[in-house]
């Protein structure tokens, strides 16, 4: 058994005078794990709500399982979809079991008890959401992430075919986030599952669907990939995010971009001498301190270069695998002479780059940086039989800087800044 369809056209939701949801058509597959993301107050509840019919809409159907919901009982309804609202307070001394056992009552004759097999349902209920240890515990008087658990578990007792949830997560630790969100997509096929999320990386990973909201209509709908852009997410939520494939799961991610706030004194001009992802950091500080940074040469399938480009910096780059070509080198050695330092990072050097530090050598007079962060040296990883490391000492010898952090760094090149006219 699949999960059932649900689907809404043309729907019109207002609370008053004001609408809050404006000609929403939307078709969920049987099955699937949606995803609704969108900014504070843009509907995604009342969309919720009004998928489970606590509210009406003032236009439009919703359907579920190719029927009209105003179709259903109340008791029917309920044997089909269970939902997990946003706010979790109840205040009613029940105990988290009776609370779990509430789920079974769509499912009970008006003067039946509960069976064996309910009492069965509930018990997997609570161990699946790890809530077995809270039984006899009074709602009223367990953690906010603890009720948040205790109503997945009700809303699973109740068996459903569609589950709702209006921010399932938004109580909970991180490792609990991550075994209740593991459990709801267990639950993927036999159950559709519609979620409120604001943690984008979470639905990203676990969604198959993400509808992306915005004030009382629907934005774009698809794949994560498809619809967590940097793109999106500016015009819809109005901040810079930078959004990469993740190497492993190769789900969309995102993490925020923090622009460079205005630059005391005149900026620098930064080269970085990195690779193999020993520049990111330093690139990304450099930036956000408001220094014109560029990097190179790098080879277009090294980290660095991707974290350099995505932040907007210039860099002199070869196509993947190719060894540093007589035009790069050109182009490096008169960034090289335009610049007010180079930072060399940890990176390894081999045959490959080695290129970079001999024309770094080569400029006698540069303001050089050897980042150490760690204990680790850019010598540490010398892989060309000792002439990277002979060119850093005598970069050193001739007035080269060590330095341990990248906080370090930026203060002493805040220093070098303050010093300019
Ligand atoms: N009961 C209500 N009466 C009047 N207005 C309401 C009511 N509930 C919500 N609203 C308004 O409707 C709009 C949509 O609210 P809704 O709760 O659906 O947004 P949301 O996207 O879920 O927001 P959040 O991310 O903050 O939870 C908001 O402007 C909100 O102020």
Redesign the pocket.
Known sequence: MTGIMVRTEDLDVS??D?R??QAVSLAVAGGSFIG?L????????????ALSRI?DPAAGTVMVDGRDIGTYSIRGLATIMGAVP?ETAVTFDFTVEEIVQMGRHPYLGRLSSMGEEDYAICRHAMEITNTAYLAGRLITEISGGERQRVLIARALAQRPRVLLL??PTSHLDISHQIEILSIIRGLVPEVTVIG?F?DINLAAYFCDTIIL?E??RIAAVGTPAAVITDKNIREIFGVEMIVRTHPITGRPYAVPRYEPGPVAGHPLRVHVVCGGGTGAETLYALRSAGHEVTAGVLSANDSDCTAAEGLGIRVIREPPFAPISSRSLEEYAAVLQASDAVVVTGMPVGPGNIDNLRTLGDHAGLLVFLLSPGGTDPADHDYTGGEATAILDALLKNGAVRVGSVSELLDRLAARRADRP
Do not use: F, S
């Open positions: 609370y008053g004001t809050v949801l609704i969108g900014p504070n107050g843009c509907g995604k509840t009342t969309l919720l709500r509210i946003q209006d921010e409120v604001h909201m004030r009382a």
